[in-house]
């Protein structure tokens, strides 16, 4: 029993254990279950046979889809898509540091170029260059004068054959495509072999049939030359794929206004011809040859600003003699000083020569006369200064 001290400290008292022993409980054997096995017949256990399996036949995924896209499109699923975006050839500028700012020496064929400038930046006589060098290489020339001012004298002084020279001055702008689409056909289906240069000289004179019969121009929707440029480029830069034909574009900066805020454009007629164009040369006015205190003729920087066949942002510079052309000589003599095999300081060129072993005194001459008998002299100048440029960025002959 528990004490009064042990009940007033709330605790009970430890009772002692009993010395009575614990009963052992028998835990019951389980018998372990028996599985009957079934007795085989053969005494020696096989394998299960292995089943045969078919030949895997190697699944060109190329070729299927092409075979059920064909069935949509037969003309344009198959082998021709790779030939089309194939770049056929190119149209030399005939300028040295133009055609290497391109990439690919001169003016890509199957694409759409645009060339844009300030009024008097040499954009016609880039263009007429073009056309020399297309008649050199026996091809043909369409020349849409929507200008209504391309002067014949000038093209024939470059050199231009001007009867071997389809000139148009089409009404309106959507009068220009079906000339441009029907020269395509017409080229390719003749003569698949030959370059064909289209110029459109220029966007921005190049205006709607609605915008010269409308009397009020308030009438006029907004952006009618946009319009006709966004419906009908993508057929004609289709028409060109894979072809030799290279289409021109000559553009001229423009003022846009929005709201507050105005910009400049250099390409006009809305953003079409800047998305289907694959090269785009802007062209800025360098400075002014003089021959004395006369002013005769002009210094031209190109820069690409688009290049979708080879590298962009690349400048090429170059002098124009008004009334003459682009200097070529000059603008050969520039490509020898970015290439390193000449210099030139305070007016005076000096060169090592010959280029591959130069012996002796290096030439040096100054101004047109210098370079005059220069050529005079060493008859291959010239030509071997060409040879090697072409082969340093791997250009065409």
């Known amino acids: 029993m528990a004490t009064a001290a042990t009940i007033a400290a709330g605790k009970t008292a430890a009772t002692p254990k009993s010395p009575i022993p614990q009963k052992s409980v028998a835990v019951p054997k389980v018998a372990k279950p028996v599985v009957a096995v079934a007795k085989s017949h053969n005494p020696i256990s096989k394998a299960p046979p292995v089943p045969k399996v078919k030949a895997v036949v190697a699944f060109n995924l190329t070729d299927h889809l092409a075979d059920e896209l064909s069935k949509l499109s037969p003309t344009d699923v198959s082998t021709s898509p790779k030939l089309r975006v194939k770049l056929p050839g190119v149209i030399p500028s005939r300028v040295p540091t133009l055609d290497a700012a391109l990439g690919r020496g001169g003016w890509p064929m199957a694409r759409l170029v645009i060339v844009t400038g300030p009024e008097g930046g040499g954009k016609t006589t880039i263009a007429l260059h073009a056309c020399l060098s297309v008649q050199e290489m026996g091809g043909k020339i369409v020349y849409l004068d929507q200008e209504h001012k391309l002067d014949l004298d000038y093209a024939k002084s470059i050199g231009v054959n001007l009867d071997d020279m389809l000139l148009s001055q089409p009404f309106g702008l959507e009068n220009c495509f079906p000339l441009m689409e029907s020269a395509v056909k017409i080229m390719t289906a003749k003569a698949p072999d030959k370059p064909l240069l289209i110029v459109l000289d220029s966007m921005n004179a190049a205006r709607t049939i609605a915008e010269f019969e409308e009397e009020d121009p308030t009438k006029l929707f907004v952006g009618p030359q946009a319009r006709v440029m966004s419906s009908k480029l993508p057929k004609l830069v289709r028409a060109i794929a894979g072809t030799k034909v290279t289409i021109m574009f000559i553009s001229q900066p423009r003022t846009s206004m929005g709201g507050t805020a105005s910009w400049t454009e250099l390409v006009a007629c809305g953003k079409a011809p800047k998305m ?29 600003i688009k290049n979708q066949v080879a590298p962009p942002f690349k400048v090429g510079k170059f002098s124009m003699v008004w009334g003459q052309g682009i200097d070529l000589v000059d603008a050969q003599l520039q490509r020898g000083c970015d290439l390193g095999m000449m210099s030139y300081s305070k007016g005076i060129y000096e060169c090592p020569y010959p280029f591959d072993a130069p012996t002796g005194e290096p030439l040096k001459w100054q101004g047109t006369k210098g370079i005059q008998r220069i050529m005079k002299d060493h008859p291959e100048f010239m030509a071997r200064l060409i040879e090697i440029d072409r082969e340093t960025y791997k250009l065409p002959p």
């Open 276 to 304: 289907y164009a694959a090269v785009i040369v802007s062209l800025e006015r360098d400075g002014f040859l003089k021959r004395g205190d006369t002013d005769i003729g002009s210094k031209v920087k190109a820069k690409v």
